[in-house]
């Protein structure tokens, strides 16, 4: 369970990297706020949205422009990749997760990325962001800011690449219950699968043009290496993306497969109760008009019950001739 610090309000975590080392330091949660801001290295913080006094921690110690503390203390729902003042800051999609289970719920990670700090926020526990945390404390190569931003985008493509696989296999398993001898009207999970996959698509698609279009800025404007970092980033994500497409368009022919073994089940329906309607109707005309209650009605004594009954064989029989005649049978 993540603690909220009592010396620094909504931290979560944050570490202090040193150029041309390996390692890393924890700053550990009691320490004060005055530590966060010591010269030496750059300095990664991941910090709670949760705790109201969030917003007051990143004005205090965070020399960004305006726009990216407004980004930093946001609850926006949309992707958004922004360059200014030499810092890059946005949002970008991810996966949220339980204590002990991962989820398919799409979260929200909140970023700003200068030449000499690095600040997530979040609302829920992500995915993404405890493998790079975890991937940190195994001494993994950091030497600039921007390389932890690009492995922020990594581990969030790996993470969507065991989602597609899972996904995957769920489609596969419907696939088979349809094309095969199975109920193929009950797919309760086929629905929130096309959302799932849906949403993701659209927001890898706005996620890649907003790389590009960042990646498009003049380097004195950016943070060193973010154009290469975002052009390798953008190569991987088509990549992904065009797994999640080729998902999509699976996932999009069986709910029309699905619609069309339903509408066939339904026209053979309305076929056979065409055809009995086709066979009753004669017979109905001879009984309504025996059943009429006017006089001089033919057969009215002795065996008439039995003539009209032959007269409703007899005109079944004429509708049978003339369907088989015509083709319908």
């Given amino acids: 369970m993540n603690l909220i610090s009592p010396e620094i309000p909504g931290l979560v ?13 924890r700053i550990s949660a009691d320490s004060s706020v005055d530590s966060l801001q010591a010269s030496e290295g ?7 949205l949760s705790d109201a006094r969030t917003p007051a921690l990143i004005e205090r110690i965070a020399n960004l422009p305006q726009a990216a503390i407004a980004t930093l203390t946001s ?5 958004a990749i922004t360059v200014s003042e030499d ?9 949220e997760r339980t204590f002990d289970t991962v989820t398919k719920t799409i979260g929200w990670l909140h970023f700003a990325v ?6 997530t926020t979040r609302l829920h526990p992500l995915r993404s962001i405890d493998r790079v945390k975890a991937a940190v404390e195994k001494n993994a190569r950091c030497s600039r800011p921007i390389d932890l931003f690009e492995m922020l985008v990594i581990e969030f493509q790996r993470t969507l690449i065991s989602l597609v696989l899972e996904l995957t296999e769920e489609l596969n398993v419907i696939e088979d219950r349809v094309y095969g001898e199975a109920e193929h009207r009950q797919q309760p999970g086929l629905a929130p699968l096309r959302r799932t996959v849906v949403r993701l698509h659209r927001h890898l698609r706005t996620t890649l043009a907003l790389l ?3 990646a498009a800025s003049e380097d004195d404007e950016v943070p060193p290496g973010f154009i290469d ?3 390798r980033l953008s190569d991987r994500l088509e990549a992904v993306d065009r797994d999640v497409f080729a998902l999509q368009e699976r996932a999009r022919l069986l709910h029309e497969e699905i619609d069309s073994k339903i509408s066939s089940e339904t026209n053979r329906h309305l076929y056979i109760l065409s055809l009995m309607t086709a066979f009753l109707l004669p017979a109905t005309l001879v009984t309504g008009f025996f059943g009429m209650n006017t ?10 019950t039995l003539y009209a009954g032959l007269f409703i064989a007899l005109s079944m029989g004429l509708a049978w001739m003339i369907l088989k005649r015509i083709g319908i049978l």
């Fill in 13 to 25: 975590w944050a570490y202090r990297f040193f150029p041309g080392e390996n390692r890393c330091q």
């Fill in 42 to 48: 750059w300095l990664w913080m991941h910090l709670a």
């Fill in 75 to 79: 609850h926006d729902t949309q992707a």
């Fill in 87 to 95: 810092v890059v800051h946005g949002t970008v999609v991810d996966f």
């Fill in 114 to 119: 200068s030449d000499r700090l690095v600040i």
């Fill in 212 to 214: 590009r279009r960042a």
């Fill in 229 to 231: 970092a975002a052009e």
């Fill in 295 to 304: 006089g001089a009605l033919p057969f009215a004594g002795g065996s008439g």
